[in-house]
């Protein structure tokens, strides 16, 4: 591949969200150089990619080698698990209220991430240069990433999906506010003597979410958010011991509970930048959205943005990182992830907080939710895809 082609696009990081863009950019149309280390092996974490998501991957040719691997989410319900005076009721979401075969698709990252790095490998558009960049260079009419090693490349437009401490975003002077959780997520698998019945079970405690996803079989994934130091103290337990608490923050719903070996603890923080795109950058995944793990949006939202900016790249074949282009990638990002963002924020807030009043508006938000089919209908299909509940409503009109 020509380094200096004019028309190449660089993508910075090899996470899910980098090798999802460089695929669908090269699918586009685009020459591809592709910065980042080997992906990953050891991820024991799983990713609940919605419908829409994984109808953007099955055009990059990757949906199917992911769906054997992975469990179909048909119900997600919501439970009150705190001890406070107020308490919502129980809110159960039914993806055939919407006439949905499922919500989602719960994948491991590490067959996730396998099946990307395939794609990516044997893609002819795709130049992957496994090394990280060292620095950038922003230019008027072209940006340059200085590699490792020493090499440089060129191109039109990068793309920031090197995570959330994004080198490429700072080199583009997109500022960024930052927010840092007392909270940590403790990641495990485990097996469960219940068939799950394909139902993913968010808990809402006081110091977070305690969110059970299905896998194939009777296994499920779990992220449980807690304060750090519960985390440290909760990874430290045996198996058994392990198993017991999780059987009883479950209610004991799946019945017999046995931990799969691997412990992951990620500290929880909050990133939103003050641009999504600027002096030749781009933002996509984590570089442009930072949030705890509620209600399974980040992935999701990332992959929201790299279909964007494949849209408009295409719209603006000649120069896809012009002012033009960016300026229109950042318009139609904003309200999508200003607006995921801070609901997730907000919930979490909620979910932390000992003041009556946030707890009686979350109560009452979720008890409506459940007692009018057509509101709930309205959240989930706008959970799904972002538009579409207003669309149902004014299509019935």
Same mark, same amino acid.
């Given at each position: 591949?020509?380094?200096?082609?004019?028309?190449?696009?660089?993508?910075?990081? +090899?996470?899910?969200?980098?090798?999802?863009?460089?695929?669908?950019?090269?699918?586009?149309?685009?020459?591809?150089?592709?910065?980042?280390?080997?992906?990953?092996?050891?991820?024991?974490? +799983?990713?609940?990619?919605?419908?829409?998501?994984?109808?953007?991957?099955?055009?990059?040719?990757?949906?199917?080698?992911?769906?054997?691997?992975?469990?179909?989410?048909?119900?997600?319900?919501?439970?009150?698990?705190?001890?406070?005076?107020?308490?919502?009721?129980?809110?159960?979401?039914?993806?055939?209220?919407?006439?949905?075969?499922?919500?989602?698709?719960?994948?491991?990252?590490?067959?996730?991430?396998?099946?990307?790095?395939?794609?990516?490998?044997?893609?002819?558009?795709?130049?992957?240069?496994?090394?990280?960049?060292?620095?950038?260079?922003?230019?008027?009419?072209?940006?340059?990433?200085?590699?490792?090693?020493?090499?440089?490349?060129?191109?039109?437009?990068?793309?920031?999906?090197?995570?959330?401490?994004?080198?490429?975003?700072?080199?583009?002077?997109?500022?960024?506010?930052?927010?840092?959780?007392?909270?940590?997520?403790?990641?495990?698998?485990?097996?469960?003597?219940?068939?799950?019945?394909?139902?993913? +079970?968010?808990?809402?405690?006081?110091?977070?979410?305690?969110?059970?996803?299905?896998?194939?079989?009777?296994?499920?994934?779990?992220?449980?958010?807690?304060?750090?130091?519960?985390?440290?103290?909760?990874?430290?337990?045996?198996?058994?011991?392990?198993?017991?608490?999780?059987?009883?923050?479950?209610?004991?719903?799946?019945?017999?509970?046995?931990?799969?070996?691997?412990?992951?603890?990620?500290?929880?923080?909050?990133? +939103?930048?003050?641009?999504?795109?600027?002096?030749?950058?781009?933002?996509?995944?984590?570089?442009?959205?930072?949030?705890?793990?509620?209600?399974?949006?980040?992935?999701?939202?990332?992959?929201?943005?790299?279909?964007?900016?494949?849209?408009?790249?295409?719209?603006?074949?000649?120069?896809?990182?012009?002012?033009?282009?960016?300026?229109?990638?950042?318009?139609?990002?904003?309200?999508?992830?200003?607006?995921?963002?801070?609901?997730?924020?907000?919930?979490?807030?909620?979910?932390?907080?000992?003041?009556?009043?946030?707890?009686?508006?979350?109560?009452?938000?979720?008890?409506?939710?459940?007692?009018?089919?057509?509101?709930?209908?309205?959240?989930?299909?706008?959970?799904?895809?972002?538009?579409?509940?207003?669309?149902?409503?004014?299509?019935?009109?």
């Amino acid at each position: 591949m020509d380094q200096d082609n004019p028309q190449n696009v660089i993508v910075a990081g +090899t996470g899910p969200a980098g090798l999802i863009a460089a695929l669908g950019l090269a699918h586009a149309g685009y020459p591809v150089i592709l910065a980042g280390p080997e992906v990953g092996r050891n991820d024991g974490r +799983t990713t609940a990619l919605m419908a829409p998501a994984l109808s953007f991957l099955d055009t990059l040719g990757v949906a199917e080698a992911i769906k054997a691997k992975a469990a179909p989410l048909r119900i997600m319900r919501i439970v009150d698990a705190t001890n406070r005076l107020i308490r919502s009721p129980v809110v159960t979401f039914h993806a055939s209220e919407i006439g949905e075969e499922f919500f989602g698709l719960n994948v491991p990252n590490r067959d996730l991430n396998a099946a990307l790095e395939r794609a990516v490998a044997s893609h002819p558009r795709i130049e992957w240069r496994r090394i990280l960049v060292a620095s950038w260079a922003v230019g008027t009419d072209r940006i340059t990433a200085v590699l490792a090693g020493g090499d440089e490349v060129s191109g039109t437009l990068a793309v920031a999906a090197d995570g959330r401490m994004s080198h490429a975003r700072q080199a583009a002077g997109i500022s960024t506010s930052t927010r840092a959780y007392r909270q940590a997520a403790l990641v495990i698998n485990f097996a469960h003597a219940r068939p799950h019945g394909f139902i993913s +079970t968010e808990f809402h405690t006081e110091t977070g979410p305690f969110t059970q996803v299905p896998l194939p079989g009777d296994r499920s994934s779990l992220v449980w958010v807690v304060a750090p130091e519960t985390a440290e103290e909760l990874a430290a337990l045996d198996d058994d011991a392990l198993s017991a608490r999780v059987e009883e923050r479950m209610q004991s719903m799946l019945g017999r509970v046995r931990v799969k070996p691997g412990r992951q603890i990620y500290p929880l923080s909050a990133a +939103t930048p003050a641009r999504f795109a600027q002096n030749r950058v781009a933002l996509v995944g984590e570089a442009a959205h930072v949030f705890p793990p509620i209600g399974a949006q980040g992935l999701n939202l990332g992959i929201r943005d790299v279909e964007q900016l494949v849209a408009i790249a295409a719209e603006n074949r000649t120069d896809p990182g012009s002012p033009a282009a960016l300026a229109a990638y950042d318009a139609r990002r904003r309200p999508d992830i200003l607006a995921r963002t801070g609901a997730v924020s907000l919930l979490n807030r909620s979910l932390l907080s000992n003041m009556l009043p946030a707890q009686l508006m979350r109560s009452a938000g979720l008890g409506v939710l459940g007692s009018f089919a057509p509101l709930r209908a309205f959240f989930m299909r706008e959970g799904l895809r972002p538009g579409s509940g207003f669309s149902s409503i004014f299509s019935r009109e």
